[in-house]
């Protein structure tokens, strides 16, 4: 329920001023985003209003609902509230450009948040070739594929940050195209990485005759944790209209069902939800999801970004916001799914993981994006119905926020104990090394009576008791990755992430993108970090040219010298062929 | 693999199935919970059993503090319950 209901915050009108880029010239230009003429309603929306000096006029809607928008950008200073700063690393980039941000990306002073997944993308082939991709080398006719070497320097460039980034996916194009793509997921263990995973169609996993299931057992062994899987529906027809593709429900369980053959049990399902052409697919997603509950961890929609130049009356076709996506999920799921009752933005958790993360001495991941970017529940089964439930049946939301930003900020307060080292600091190194042993078993007290502190204050946030609340003060005592992860085995994510477009851009929200992409610079000797929506509006075109490969050199990596002799003289003129920019060359033998 | 399971359905005729309700009865219970079995099980593996004992003791000590706190705040009026958690949480806050 939004608190909000019956406060002067719901009777005001909404208004903020920001910073966007004009969709023309893809320039910075001063925007507000401001609630629609008329009475004060809920059913009203928020608009973007931008003006270029050049261009005109631009309009967008960033919701189709006025109070739920309201809510999330709702604070009480200190004690509640859904923006939230994250602990920046330091700036990367030293150059300046008058323009201001995004401009200064790679990245500059003005962001706000940490990178809390890593980005690479591994590769631009692919063997689809869907029409509102950016990325995609028939289309760009430009190669991009780093070098197992470039793949290791961007990884150790996030790694090696004041604030590590815990989790890393690999993006493209299609990534299981590259034939190297188990030493990739091997690597990134390697270099410390917590959670690993892919963006895939599927195509590496549904490989017939047993390719697929051994693909998906060696990814499990080389420490792949998760697919984060394109799944727009159930349906033969959506493929057609999403992917171009007949006869492609099948590729996809075929897929699925190569990963449980293989015990790769982690898989987010990924809708992209464009109007009119896969929102009517929702509901059957979801029932999807609870179907295959033993392999499926969540279902993550993500509303389509508009690439591309569009009209005014397009956009207001096309465009789909958040607030569409949950009013859909509310209908489509008979109201359990309820959107006033079950959704919070991806914050709502940011105290909450790093009062766990510091009393586990462990590295916390950290949700501080924009509350428009996305939001999430979960659902979880009751053991003594066979129902699955809002977690939010469990837990009081808005307590749980209340009480962990006020823990969490006595936290910073809150010394390390050195009550020996100081008493025994003058007794020469023995009594200094007795001093810090003994401040290390207080520390281990504190840490306890701080953990305890912590639950039993949580006590009223807490609905009620169960098998869940076991596993989660598992979680809570416990406070490692692998307690983290257990958790969310035992339940289904569901949640959306509204990547922007030039239409939408909103500074503020960019700004604190823990998203992060990582691309190699060959000429500059680094690696350019860049927030995934600034990376996809503003800067993808200069830095693919960049990093562009000359397609024939990776022909005659990988082809025998006669096989890319014939290659490269069918294809001299019309540049990248399609074996070459679909997958390689070999694996279509193998579907 | 099972894509079709209850819920109401009303077929478009155009191909399209569209679901007006999702079925959270799934009978998933059993597949869960071994999910859920199995992952405690890998995650439990990797760690050390000493840990694994002092959380299995706290847990079950929250679980029955819970179950006693649902029983005492149940049974106290809306606005002492409200104080009463209130003064709870500053002791638990002062630190």
């Avoid at chain 1, 429900?249 to 982690?266: H, I, Q, T, V, W």
């Avoid at chain 1, 699955?388 to 009480?403: C, H, K, Q, T, W």
């Amino acid at each position: 329920m939004y608190h909000i209901r019956g406060t002067e915050i719901e009777k005001q009108k909404y208004f903020r001023k920001t910073k966007s880029l004009c969709p023309e010239c893809l320039q910075p230009i001063d925007a507000v985003v401001v609630e629609e003429d008329g009475p004060v309603s809920e059913k009203n929306k928020i608009l973007m209003k931008k003006d270029c000096p050049t261009h005109g006029h631009f309009e967008d809607v960033i919701s189709t609902n006025a109070l739920y928008y309201k809510w999330t950008h709702y604070a009480e200073e200190g004690v509640f509230s859904f923006e939230k700063d994250g602990d920046a690393n330091p700036p990367d980039n030293k150059t300046y450009d008058p323009r201001g941000c995004p401009y200064n990306c790679g990245l500059c002073p003005e962001h706000k948040s940490t990178c809390s997944l890593a980005l690479i993308d591994i590769t631009n082939r692919c063997n689809l070739k869907c029409n509102f991709c950016y990325a995609n080398v028939e289309k760009s006719g430009i190669l991009i594929e780093p070098s197992l070497d470039e793949v290791r320097k961007i990884m150790r460039h996030f790694r090696s940050k004041p604030i590590p980034a815990v989790a890393i996916m690999f993006t493209g194009g299609e990534p299981t195209v590259r034939k190297d793509f188990v030493d990739i997921v091997r690597m990134a263990k390697e270099e410390g990485f917590k959670e690993v995973l892919v963006a895939t169609n599927g195509y590496g996993f549904q490989r017939k005759n047993g390719v697929g299931e051994k693909f998906a057992k060696d990814c499990w062994e080389a420490g792949l944790d998760t697919l984060y899987f394109q799944f727009d529906g159930i349906h033969d027809v959506t493929y057609e209209k999403t992917r171009g593709q007949k006869d492609f429900f099948s590729y996809k369980l075929r897929a699925l069902d190569n990963c449980r053959k293989a015990g790769l049990d982690s898989i987010v399902l990924v809708p992209t939800v464009a109007k009119g052409v896969t929102d009517i697919e929702i509901g059957n997603i979801l029932q999807f999801a609870m179907s295959n509950l033993d392999i499926i961890r969540g279902v993550t929609f993500q509303p389509v970004s508009l690439c591309g130049r569009v009209s005014f009356e397009e956009l207001r076709e096309l465009r789909f916001t958040n607030a569409d996506l949950i009013r859909e999920i509310d209908n489509q799921t008979g109201g359990v799914i309820a959107m006033e009752t079950s959704w919070y933005p991806l914050t709502t958790i940011v105290e909450f993981g790093r009062i766990i993360a510091w009393l586990a001495d462990v590295e916390p991941i950290e949700f501080t994006c924009y509350p428009d970017c996305g939001f999430a529940t979960f659902m979880v089964l009751n053991p003594a119905t066979g129902k699955m439930e809002s977690i939010l049946d469990y837990f009081d939301a808005v307590e749980l926020v209340r009480y962990s930003n006020q823990f969490w900020r006595k936290l910073q307060a809150h010394k390390k104990p050195e009550f020996f080292s100081k008493a025994l600091g003058g007794m020469g190194e023995a009594g200094q090394n007795v001093g810090l042993l003994l401040d290390r078993g207080l520390d281990w007290l504190d840490k306890n009576q701080l953990k305890l502190r912590f639950v039993a204050g949580m006590l009223p946030a807490i609905k009620r008791p169960g098998k869940l609340m076991e596993v989660f003060s598992k979680m809570l005592v416990n406070g490692k990755w692998e307690a983290v992860s257990a958790f969310i085995y035992g339940s289904l994510f569901i949640g959306s992430m509204h990547f922007q477009d030039a239409y939408n851009f909103d500074l503020d929200r960019s700004k604190r993108c823990i998203v992060h992409f990582g691309v190699w610079d060959p000429h500059e000797k680094k690696v350019i970090e860049s927030p995934f929506c600034v990376m996809n509006t503003v800067i993808r075109g200069d830095i693919e040219k960049k990093v562009a490969r000359p397609w024939k050199k990776a022909v005659e990596e990988w082809h025998s010298p006669e096989e890319a002799k014939q290659i490269i003289a069918e294809n001299q003129a019309k540049g990248i062929p399609t074996q070459v920019a679909q997958n390689g060359g070999e694996e279509a033998k193998e579907q | 693999m099972s894509g079709e399971r209850k819920g109401e359905v009303v077929d478009r005729g155009d191909g399209f199935k569209i679901r007006k309700s999702v079925d959270f009865e799934t009978g998933m219970i059993q597949t869960q919970q071994e999910a859920l079995v199995k992952t405690m099980k890998r995650y439990e593996e990797r760690d050390n059993p000493l840990e694994q004992l002092a959380e299995n003791v706290v847990a079950k000590t929250i679980d029955a503090f819970l179950n006693l706190n649902e029983k005492i705040v149940s049974s106290l009026p809306a606005d002492t319950r409200l104080k009463v958690q209130k003064a709870w949480q500053d002791v638990m806050l002062a630190f």
